[in-house]
C-alpha cells in the first residue's frame, strides 16, 4: 500500500471514528471567526469608543487560549488512542519521521478542511451574532451581512499557529516513545483498581471539609465579620484556595469515598446501575481529577460571571432608581423650573418633589460596632439631613431620627445596630437623638447623599433650628412625569435643555448600566458558551475512550443475561453522575461565589441566576445526551 | 430427561459470495446432569458451537431447544431473559468485571433476577464454599490468582443454578495443577448439584474429567465417547487414541 493510500485510508477510518474532533474543531473556527467579525464590523470599528473595540480584543485573546488548550487536550487524547496503530506502522518498518509526516498531513487536512467549513458557517452565524450584539448593547443599526477578509485571516493565523503546535506536539509525543511504549500506552494512563486506603479517605474527607469551610466562609465574607480591607482580601484568597483545593480532593477521593461507603452497605449486591457507574466514577474519576477540577473551576466562573453581569442588566431599572429616585434630579431650582417650564409647554404632565437639606457631621459611633477599623470616622460622619415633611410616612418627636435609604452594599459591610444614640451638633451644643430605626425608602439621589451612608429624618423643628444656624441651604428638586409614555420624550427635553452636568435622567443612567453590562454579558456569554462546548467535548471524547475499555465489560453482562435495554439504563444512570458531578459540582460552587456579592451589582438574585443556571444546564445535557447515544451503538455491536 | 436438543444446525459466516460454512449439520442431545465435552482440531467450529448453543451467536439453519423450548427463534430481549435464567458461563479469560470484587462478580446474576438480598448471600456462601473462595472474596480481580480467578467465575456460574453451564477452554490459562484443582470443582459440583455441564477443550486430560466426550471435525460430529463405568485413565487413553486417529498426533505415553 502507497503512503498516499495509507493517509486516505486512515483519514477515511479516523472521520468516522472523530467526528466530533471533527466538529468541535468546525465549531471553534466558527465560533472564533464570528468573533473577530464582530471586531472589525464597521459599526463597531468606526464607533470612537476604543473601549470596545478594545474589550473585543481582550476576549479574543482569551479566546484563542480556551480553543488552543482544548485542542492540544484533543489532540493528546487521539495521539493517545492511536498509539497502536503508530506502534504497528513502525514495527513493519516505518521510520518516525515518515509516520509524523503521515500525521502531520492527516491533522493538515482536517485542520484545512475545518477552517473552511468553520468560516463557512460563522459567515452565516455572524449577522444573527451581530444582531444580538447590538441589541444587547442597544446599538440602533442594523446588522449587514458581510464578509470580513481581515477575520478570515487572523483566523487562518490563529489556526495554523495551533496546528503547528500541535504539531510540535506529536512529534515530541513520538520522539520520546518507543514501540513497547506505544503499545501499552493506552493501558497505563488508567491506574490499577485497588482497595481504598487510608491516604484516600483521608483525602476525601479533607476535601468535603475543605469546600464546606470556602463556602463558609463566603457566606461570612460581607456579613461584617472581616472588617478592613486586608482581611477581606486573605479571606477571599482563603476562599478561592480552600475550594479549588477542596473540589480537586474532591475528584481524587471524596468520589471514590463515598461511592464506598454506598457500595459498602450493598454487601456485593449491586444492581446493574451500580455495577457500571461504579468503574468509571470510582476509579476514573480520580486518574481525570486535574481535568475535572479544570472544568469545574472554570465553569464556576462563568456560570458565576454571567449570573452577576446578568443581575446587573436585570436590576438596571431598580438600580437607577436607588440612586436617583426621581425621573429627573435637580440640584438647582432655578434648572428645575426652566425643565418644568419646557415640560409644561409640551403638555407633559408630571409632579414636583422639592426637599430641602443640610449636611451635617453626625456621630453615630452608638450605632456601630466597636470594633469596626474602616477609614471612616463614626464620630465625625457627614450625613445628609432632612425634615419629616419630606416623608410622608414618618412623624417624629423633637429628640428623635430615623434613617432611611442605606445603600445595601454598604450596610453589608457596616450595618446599623437596632437602637441607639446619635449626636448632632447645633451652634456649638450636641444634641442626642433617639435612633428609631432604619426604613427603605430613598429620598435624595446620590449625588446629593454622598458616601453610601442613609438620609438622616428628623422632626421639622429641630430641622429648622438646624436650618437656622447654617450658613446656606440647600434643595433637591426631583421631576416625575406622571404618564409614563411620555417618559422618553421627557427625557429628550431634558437633553436638549443642554444643562449642567449635576441634574441627571434617572432612564439615562438605567440605560447606561444596561449597555456595560450588556456588553459584559454578552462576552462573559461568547466565552461561556465556548468554555462549555469544549469542555463537554472533552468530557465526551473521555466517555469514549472508556467504552473502548469497558467493552469486554458489556460482552460480559450480556452473556450473563443483562438485555440491551438494561445496560442502556446503566449507562445512562453512569452519564448522570459523570456529567453531573462537575455540574452540579460548578453550579455549587458559582452560586455561592454569586450569594456572597451580588448586592454589590443588583437588587435581584433568583430569576437572573436561576435562568442562568437552567441554559447552562440544558447546553451540559446535549453533551451527556450524546454520549449516551454512542455507547447504544458500543452496547449494540459488543455482541 | 434431555435438557438442550440440537438437530441440523448450520452456520455460515460471510454473504452469499464469500460463504463460509462453520457447521454443517450437527445433531445433539444432553441429558439433564450430564457432563460434556467437546474436542476438535483448531478451526473446526468447537467456539462457534458453544455460542451458537448459547445463543451468543444466530444459526442459520435448523433448531436449538432447551427444556423443550425453541430458542432460536427469540428475539433479543427474550434471549437475553434466557440466558439469565437458563445460563452459566466460564470462559478461557476477560470473564470478571476488574471493577467488582470476587463477590460482587459473583452475585451479578442473582441481581439481574432480583432474587432477595438475603437469598443471595445464603447462595454466595454455599457455593464460596463449595469452591473455597470465602477468604478472598473481598478482593479484586487484579488481586487473585488465575485459578482463584477462574473458581470466581465458576461460582459466579453456578450460583443461580442454571439448566446448563457452557465453558470454553475454562483451563487454558491455568498450570496443571490449578486446571486439575478447578475440574475436579467442576465434577463435584455436577454431582452434587446435578448442574449439566457443557466443555470446550483442547486437552485430553481436561476432557477426562467429563462423562462424554464428542469429537467434532470440520464442522460435523465425528465421534463420541461415552465414559461408562471406566476409570479415568482408562478413559483418557480413550481419548487420546481417538483424538490421535482424527488429528493424525500420536502422544507417547
Ligand atoms: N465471526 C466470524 N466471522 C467469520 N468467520 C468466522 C467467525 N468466527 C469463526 N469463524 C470461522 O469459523 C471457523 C471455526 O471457528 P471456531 O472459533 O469455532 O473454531 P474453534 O474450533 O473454536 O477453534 P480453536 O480451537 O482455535 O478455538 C474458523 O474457520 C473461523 O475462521
Ligand atoms: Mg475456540
Known amino acids: ?639 | 430427561m434431555i435438557v438442550l436438543e440440537a438437530t441440523k444446525l448450520h452456520k455460515s459466516y460471510g454473504n452469499k459470495f464469500t460463504k463460509h460454512e462453520v457447521l454443517k449439520g450437527i445433531d445433539l442431545r444432553i441429558e439433564q446432569g450430564e457432563f460434556v465435552s467437546i474436542m476438535g482440531a483448531s478451526g473446526s467450529g468447537k467456539t462457534t458451537l458453544l455460542n451458537v448453543l448459547s445463543s451468543i451467536d444466530r444459526i442459520s439453519q435448523g433448531s436449538i431447544k432447551v427444556q423443550g423450548r425453541e430458542i432460536s427463534k427469540l428475539k433479543e430481549k427474550e434471549l437475553a431473559s434466557y440466558r439469565k435464567h437458563e445460563l452459566g458461563f466460564i470462559f478461557q479469560e476477560y470473564n470478571l468485571l476488574d471493577t467488582l470484587t470476587v463477590k460482587e462478580n459473583i452475585l451479578l446474576p442473582l441481581s439481574i433476577k432480583k432474587v432477595s438480598k438475603k437469598e443471595a448471600n445464603e447462595k454466595f456462601h454455599e457455593v464460596a464454599r463449595e469452591l473455597d473462595i470465602e477468604s478472598i472474596s473481598e478482593s479484586y480481580p487484579n488481586e487473585i490468582s488465575g485459578g482463584q480467578k477462574q473458581r470466581t467465575s465458576a461460582a459466579r456460574a453456578f450460583i443461580h443454578d442454571p439448566s446448563i453451564i457452557f465453558a470454553d477452554e475454562p483451563t487454558g490459562a491455568l498450570d496443571s495443577k490449578s486446571a486439575s484443582d478447578l475440574l475436579t470443582k467442576l465434577s463435584d459440583m455436577n454431582e452434587k448439584r446435578k448442574a449439566t455441564i457443557m466443555m470446550v477443550t483442547h486437552d485430553p486430560v481436561t476432557a477426562s474429567f467429563s462423562s462424554r466426550v464428542i469429537f467434532i471435525k470440520d464442522g460435523s460430529i465425528y465421534t463420541q465417547l461415552n465414559k461408562g463405568e471406566q476409570t479415568r485413565q482408562a478413559f483418557l487413553k480413550d481419548i487420546m487414541k481417538t483424538q490421535g486417529v482424527l488429528g493424525g498426533v500420536s502422544y507417547e505415553y
Open chain 1, 1 to 639: 500500500m502507497s503512503t498516499k493510500q495509507l493517509i486516505l485510508r486512515n483519514l477515511q477510518k479516523n472521520v468516522k471514528n472523530y467526528y466530533l474532533y471533527l466538529f468541535a474543531l468546525v465549531f471553534t473556527v466558527a465560533l472564533y471567526f464570528t468573533f473577530v467579525t464582530l471586531q472589525f464590523a464597521p459599526a463597531i470599528s468606526s464607533k470612537e469608543s476604543i473601549n470596545l473595540a478594545a474589550m473585543i480584543r481582550t476576549t479574543s485573546i482569551f479566546l484563542i487560549v480556551i480553543i488552543g488548550v482544548f485542542l492540544f487536550y484533543a489532540n493528546n487524547l487521539f495521539i493517545k488512542r492511536r498509539s497502536k496503530e503508530i506502534g504497528l506502522f513502525q514495527l513493519i518498518g516505518m521510520t518516525k519521521s515518515r509516520i509524523f509526516f503521515i500525521i502531520s498531513l492527516e491533522n493538515a487536512i482536517v485542520f484545512l478542511f475545518s477552517i473552511v467549513i468553520g468560516t463557512f458557517i460563522g459567515f452565516a452565524l455572524s449577522k444573527f451574532i451581530l444582531m444580538i450584539f447590538f441589541k444587547v448593547i442597544g446599538i440602533e443599526e442594523s446588522a449587514s451581512l458581510f464578509f470580513s477578509m481581515n477575520a478570515f485571516w487572523l483566523t487562518l493565523l490563529v489556526f495554523s499557529v495551533i496546528f503547528l503546535l500541535v504539531m510540535v506536539m506529536n512529534y515530541v509525543f513520538l520522539k520520546r516513545r518507543t514501540i513497547l511504549h506505544l503499545f501499552s500506552v493506552t493501558t497505563t494512563t488508567e491506574e490499577r483498581v485497588k482497595k481504598i486506603s487510608i491516604w484516600e479517605i483521608l483525602m476525601g474527607i479533607l476535601g468535603i471539609v475543605f469546600i464546606l469551610l470556602g463556602y463558609y466562609v463566603s457566606s461570612k465574607l460581607f456579613d461584617g465579620d472581616f472588617n478592613d480591607f486586608q482581611q477581606m482580601m486573605n479571606a477571599m484568597v482563603s476562599i478561592l484556595g480552600l475550594v479549588i483545593v477542596g473540589t480537586y480532593l474532591f475528584y481524587k477521593g471524596s468520589v471514590r469515598f463515598i461511592t464506598n461507603l454506598i457500595r459498602r452497605q450493598k454487601n456485593g449486591y449491586l444492581d446493574v446501575n451500580e455495577v457500571l457507574s461504579l468503574s468509571s466514577i470510582m476509579f476514573r474519576m480520580k486518574s481525570n481529577a486535574f481535568m475535572l477540577t479544570v472544568i469545574t473551576t472554570v465553569s464556576a466562573v462563568a456560570i458565576g460571571l454571567l449570573s452577576l453581569s446578568y443581575i446587573s442588566f436585570y436590576s438596571a431599572e431598580k438600580n437607577a432608581e436607588i440612586s436617583i429616585p426621581d425621573h429627573f434630579a435637580f440640584t438647582d431650582e432655578g434648572d428645575a423650573e426652566r425643565f418644568g417650564k419646557t415640560l409644561k409647554e409640551n403638555s407633559i404632565p408630571f409632579v414636583e418633589k422639592r426637599v430641602e437639606y443640610v449636611q451635617k457631621e453626625l456621630d453615630i459611633s452608638s450605632l456601630i460596632d466597636t470594633d469596626l477599623e474602616l477609614t471612616l470616622d463614626t464620630s465625625n460622619s457627614f450625613m445628609t439631613l432632612i425634615s419629616e415633611d419630606a416623608v410622608s410616612t414618618m412623624s417624629l418627636r423633637e429628640d428623635e431620627v430615623m434613617f432611611t435609604g442605606y445603600n445595601h452594599m454598604v450596610e453589608a459591610i457596616m450595618p446599623l445596630k437596632k437602637k441607639g444614640t446619635v449626636y448632632v451638633s447645633s451652634e456649638g451644643t450636641s444634641i442626642p437623638l433617639t435612633y428609631m430605626g432604619l426604613e427603605d425608602e430613598y429620598i435624595l439621589n446620590t449625588r446629593v447623599s454622598p458616601g453610601g451612608l442613609p438620609t438622616a429624618v428628623v422632626d421639622e423643628k429641630l430641622f429648622s433650628k438646624i436650618r437656622e444656624g447654617e450658613s446656606s441651604t440647600d434643595s433637591y428638586v426631583g421631576i416625575n412625569v406622571t404618564k409614563s409614555s411620555t417618559r422618553e420624550e421627557a427625557n429628550t427635553l431634558f437633553h436638549d435643555l443642554g444643562l449642567h452636568k449635576t441634574h441627571q435622567s434617572q432612564l439615562d443612567l438605567a440605560t447606561t448600566q444596561k449597555q456595560n453590562m450588556g456588553l459584559v454579558m454578552f462576552i462573559v456569554a461568547y466565552l461561556g458558551l465556548t468554555f462549555l462546548i469544549t469542555s463537554g467535548c472533552i468530557l465526551y471524547f473521555k466517555q469514549m475512550d472508556e467504552s473502548e475499555e469497558e467493552k469486554p465489560s458489556y460482552r460480559i453482562l450480556r452473556k450473563l443475561g443483562y438485555s440491551k435495554r438494561d445496560l442502556l439504563r446503566g449507562i445512562a444512570g453512569k452519564q448522570v453522575f459523570n456529567f453531573g458531578i462537575p455540574l452540579i459540582v460548578g453550579l455549587l460552587h458559582s452560586y455561592f461565589a454569586v450569594r456572597s456579592g451580588w448586592f454589590f451589582f443588583g437588587t435581584t438574585l433568583w430569576t437572573p441566576m436561576i435562568i442562568v443556571m437552567v441554559l447552562y444546564t440544558i447546553l451540559y445535557s446535549v453533551f451527556g445526551l450524546l454520549s449516551v447515544k454512542y455507547f447504544k451503538k458500543v452496547i449494540r455491536e459488543v455482541l
